[in-house]
């Protein structure tokens, strides 16, 4: 900005501010709706791309991620990989003492 323009700024702000409040509000609704379609330039939906919907953005993401490597895969019952897994990782915390079952 040059000094002029901030002269003419300051000019209109020490005016602006002698308003009654009710004027001031009036005055800034007016200047906020002339900058409506300055700042926006185009519609939203040309600035933006349209949102992609949750499903299509995780579906891109699983496809992304690739196949999943499962753990113990030839044990079918849940319950049962849970308890292995639930063992495995006491093995893994507290170490292999020798203890048999």
Not at 5 to 32: F, G, Y
Not at 43 to 70: K, M, T, V, Y
């Amino acid at each position: 900005m040059t000094t002029t323009t901030i002269t003419h700024l300051d000019e209109a702000l020490e005016v602006a501010l002698k308003l009654s409040p009710k004027d001031r509000l009036r005055l800034t609704e007016r200047i906020l709706a002339s900058l409506e379609g300055e700042v926006g330039g185009s519609e939203p939906s040309e600035a933006q791309p349209p949102e992609e919907h949750w499903g299509n953005a995780l579906n891109r993401l699983l496809d992304e991620l690739g196949p999943i490597e499962f753990v113990h895969p030839e044990i079918d019952d849940p319950v049962e990989w849970v308890k292995v897994m639930r063992e495995e990782a006491q093995k893994q915390r507290l170490g292999d003492w020798g203890e048999t079952e």
